[in-house]
């Protein structure tokens, strides 16, 4: 069983950078695209961006400009860091795997059960 | 980016109701597109991918189908466990898009 789980600060000031890793035990971290998705209350699912353990990177347009994603596959661990926050970026942020199946077929099998970070000074 | 609209945005049913959620891609992604269940509080749980194939594990009473660039997911003799919001995602371009969702309530 693949267990993710997201941590970091549940608070950021507004215009500082929101910094999560997500902890993938139970399973190897290479040979995956590993998804970062969030929630902001009300509101339904975004996403944020997906990567490769061997480099390739995909991030949401509207967030490309602010948006970092890395991997630790020593550590198997992944990262998110997302630059100039504001309120807007308020959310529960998820980690996922994404298993690829053949051309573009793939699906988000397993999931962190979210954290939420607020940005309020 | 491919824009999916999911309709409606919430619907009431009872136990035992067939309902059907929609979703539509703004342009082709051939029948690559998943369904997801989300209840609050908990992670989003994978239904439905590749348009119709059913994850292990997921009840035979969700069901999923495509025509042109419509989709939508049935589910038959709605349960209790059932109601929760319900997203659509497709995985045709690399920049990956979900629908708004659809929250099913109970009536």
């Known amino acids: 069983q693949v267990l993710l789980q997201e941590s970091g600060p549940g608070l950021v000031k507004p215009s500082e950078t929101l910094s999560l890793s997500c902890s993938v035990s139970g399973g190897s971290i290479s040979g995956y695209y590993w998804t970062w998705i969030r929630q902001p209350a009300g509101k339904g699912l975004e996403w944020i961006g997906r990567?490769?353990?061997?480099?390739?990177?995909y991030y949401n347009p509207s967030l490309e400009n602010r948006v970092t994603m890395s991997v630790d596959t020593s550590k198997n661990e992944l990262s998110l860091r997302l630059i100039s926050v504001t309120a807007a970026d308020t959310a529960v942020y998820y980690c996922?795997?994404?298993?690829?199946?053949?051309?573009?077929?793939?699906?988000?099998?397993?999931w962190g059960q979210g954290k939420l970070v607020t940005v309020s000074s | 980016d491919i824009q999916m609209t999911q309709s409606p945005s919430s619907l009431s049913a009872s136990v035992g109701d067939t309902v059907t959620i929609s979703c539509r891609a703004g342009?082709?992604?051939?029948?690559?597109l998943n369904w997801y269940q989300h209840k609050p509080g908990k992670a989003p749980k994978l239904l439905i991918y590749?348009?119709?194939s059913l994850r292990g594990g997921v009840p035979s009473r969700f069901s999923g189908r495509r025509s042109g660039t419509d989709f939508t997911l049935t589910i038959s003799s709605l349960q209790p466990e059932d109601f929760a919001t319900y997203y659509c995602q497709q995985t045709y371009t690399n920049i990956r898009t979900f629908g708004q969702g659809t929250k099913v309530e109970i009536k």
């Open positions: 590749n348009t119709s």
């Open positions: 342009q082709t992604i051939s029948s690559y």
């Open positions: 996922a795997r994404e298993v690829s199946l053949y051309g573009y077929s793939s699906y988000l099998d397993y």
């Open positions: 990567f490769f353990t061997s480099g390739s990177v």
